[in-house]
């Protein structure tokens, strides 16, 4: 069971960024797929949103609009779309796999390595 994160980097103020989540071992269609991301200093933050108006819990409201996250089950891939970024966006964003019910960080067993965001103004 392995998630592999690509696509960080830096970007400047209002640029948009699309990170990508490689899954195997395992079906993403099988599990409760998210993003988290975690700033030096800061407490781990859920950063999925599937819509504008997603509500759960990991769908953090100050990235509510901005960040949208898809899933392609053909290429077992999780996407994390993130536009008009921030200076306070600047984190390591994880890409984390849960069962069925997972909510808040600790109830998702799986974990990539991270990727590096950092917003520049």
């Known amino acids: 069971v392995q998630l592999v994160e690509s696509g960080g980097g830096v970007v400047q103020v209002g640029g948009s960024l699309r990170l990508s989540c490689a899954a195997s071992?395992?079906?993403?269609?099988?599990?409760?797929m998210a993003w988290f991301r975690q700033a030096p200093g800061k407490e781990r933050e859920g950063v999925s949103c599937m819509n504008t108006y997603d509500d759960a819990p990991y769908c953090a409201h100050s990235v509510r609009g901005r960040f949208i996250t898809s899933l392609d089950s053909a290429k077992n891939t999780v996407y994390l779309q993130m536009n008009r970024l921030k200076p306070e966006d600047t984190a390591v964003y994880y890409c984390?796999?849960?069962?069925?019910?997972?909510?808040?960080?600790?109830?998702?067993?799986?974990w990539g390595q991270g990727t590096q965001v950092t917003v520049s103004s």
């Open positions: 984390v796999r849960g069962h069925l019910g997972a909510a808040v960080w600790s109830e998702f067993d799986t």
């Open positions: 071992g395992f079906h993403i269609d099988d599990y409760v």
